[in-house]
């Protein structure tokens, strides 16, 4: 008993030293100083103890100054990090899970028209997460992620335009509109309604449609070709 529990004193010893080096020769040191019968009773549990605890101190270390790198880059106004960091805090990874904290930080890469924020927004006001449920709040997001060019919210418009759902009123010529951009940009459920709809619309509806589509899709091209990487 006393040699367990020296092994395991000498094993948080070696664990929080910052030395790598340290904890390397300080186990060489425990496994020649151990008796050998000893040695037989506790060798393959200390080695599997300290091996968890050299695999959990650099994960952990490696985790931290991912962490604190990601959270300079968001504070200094990047909206790629800003939204990475909310995304953290939304499910919990890395940090303590916190809906207002995840808010607060997609809502400043939203503003600088991140449509994954502007998405995400959408979809936490939708289902009340970190603020009171509010649809038309949440179709503004869409609205905005929609037009930011994000195909989920461009989908999730022409669902809700077909069916008249979130306050919008039944409108089958935008829903069409909306499954034909998504559809354009690889959603293929968007596209496939987008075949589906277009039978109940007047070809001279198609045609209109499907014009304004392509000048949307040029425009949004030219823009997203001028604009500088976040």
């Not at 999730?156 to 998504?182: I, S």
Request: overall charge negative; charged content about 15%.
């Amino acid at each position: 008993m006393p040699t367990v529990w020296c092994l395991l004193t000498m094993i948080r010893t070696v664990c929080t030293s910052s030395s790598e080096r340290f904890r390397l020769n300080s186990f060489r040191w425990m496994c020649s100083a151990l008796p050998v019968r000893a040695f037989r009773r506790v060798a393959c549990g200390a080695v599997c103890v300290l091996g968890l605890c050299f695999w959990a101190t650099g994960a952990f270390a490696q985790s931290s100054d991912e962490l604190a790198a990601l959270q300079s880059r968001a504070v200094a106004g990047e909206s790629a990090a800003q939204f990475a960091l909310g995304t953290r805090y939304l499910n919990g990874e890395g940090v303590a899970a916190d809906n207002f904290e995840a808010l607060r930080w997609f809502t400043l890469a939203a503003d600088q028209d991140n449509a994954n924020a502007q998405y995400n927004i959408a979809v936490m006001y939708l289902n009340g997460l970190g603020v009171i449920r509010d649809e038309a709040e949440a179709l503004e997001w869409f609205l905005k992620a929609a037009n930011n060019g994000d195909r989920q919210s461009q989908f999730t418009l022409g669902v809700v335009m077909f069916n008249g759902r979130m306050g919008a009123p039944q409108n089958t010529a935008e829903a069409y509109r909306w499954f034909t951009l998504a559809g354009a940009g690889g959603h293929q459920s968007a596209a496939a309604n987008a075949v589906l709809i277009q039978e109940l619309l007047p070809p001279a509806e198609v045609e209109r449609v499907q014009r304004e589509v392509q000048q949307w899709i040029e425009e949004f091209n030219s823009q997203q070709a001028g604009s500088p990487s976040p």
